[in-house]
């Protein structure tokens, strides 16, 4: 084995043995969804900074903040992402959904309206994320003495999603902590199981079926390493594909589309022969 290749070795399994270590960061993606006016920034601003403001002010598109906190004795970062409530802005919010690993569905106590979009919302951020942690939360506790819904509607709204609720105020700080708290913790218990049972690999909402982590990560140190071999071949298996007289066009054999490599006498576009085209493919 050549001292390149030896080095090239060295550093795969340098890298798959770094992925494996304990001492990695935890960072936990939060996305904060519900109609307007809910309390949803007011939530992360009370539990990031610790204040509280009476005013409202609208969410234009998103907002982040993110926190440290210590949990059972592990550090975790979060990465809180507010999203406005109102329509206009649902192009943009969803976009940031992508990659989020669990959500806060919000609604307040005194907005009925807010309490029958949660199912809405929900399914929003399923289409986006999969099935991912969520947690239910009634906001505006302090205003019950004018609450819109009751009780019974919100126990059994959590019960039919199969969601735990959470009834939190944030000007008096009841229960902000609690909220993020429980989704940290669901986010440890899932990667404490994973030496008993390693998770899919997953990108989005659709992930890949089949392939766990374990198997990923010794499938990418030998197809890395097969694909530097390859890479010092000088010479690649190509087609030729003639089109008028000597004019031909070299196409790489993997390539999954059509894609020109290198083309010798330009040919005017009304004298391909496209059938040869279709034939390659």
């Not at 909402?205 to 990923?216: K, L, R």
Request: charged share 30%.
């Amino acid at each position: 084995m050549s001292t390149e290749a030896a080095s090239t070795q060295i550093k795969v399994k340098m890298y798959i043995r770094d992925l494996q270590e304990d001492d990695f960061e935890i960072a936990l993606k939060v996305v904060i969804v519900g109609n307007g006016a809910v309390g949803k920034s007011s939530m992360i601003q009370k539990y990031c900074k610790g204040i509280f403001t009476a005013e409202y002010k609208k969410t234009i598109g998103v907002d982040f903040l993110e926190k440290r906190i210590c949990l059972n004795g592990e550090d975790v970062r979060l990465m809180l992402w507010d999203t406005a409530g109102q329509e206009e802005f649902d192009c943009i919010t969803r976009a940031y959904y992508r990659g989020a690993q669990a959500c806060v569905l919000a609604f307040s106590c005194v907005d009925r309206e807010s309490f029958k979009c949660v199912a809405k919302w929900k399914k929003k951020v399923e289409e986006e994320c999969g099935n991912i942690p969520m947690v239910l939360v009634m906001t505006k506790l302090d205003l019950l003495y004018r609450a819109e819904v009751d009780s019974f509607e919100v126990e059994k709204l959590s019960r039919q999603l199969g969601i735990r609720l959470i009834k939190t105020s944030v000007k008096e700080n009841i229960n902000v902590h609690k909220v993020f708290c429980h989704l940290a913790a669901q986010h440890l218990e899932e990667i404490n199981s994973w030496s008993n049972d390693p998770p899919l690999i997953q990108i989005g909402g659709g992930g890949f079926n089949g392939f766990s982590q374990s198997s990923f990560l010794s499938n990418y140190a030998s197809n890395w390493e097969i694909e530097q071999k390859e890479k010092k071949k000088k010479k690649k298996l190509q087609k030729r594909v003639n089109f008028v007289h000597q004019s031909y066009i070299h196409c790489d054999t993997k390539a999954f589309f059509l894609t020109p490599l290198k083309m010798k006498n330009v040919i005017p576009k009304e004298k391909l022969d496209f059938k040869s085209v279709c034939k390659v493919l």
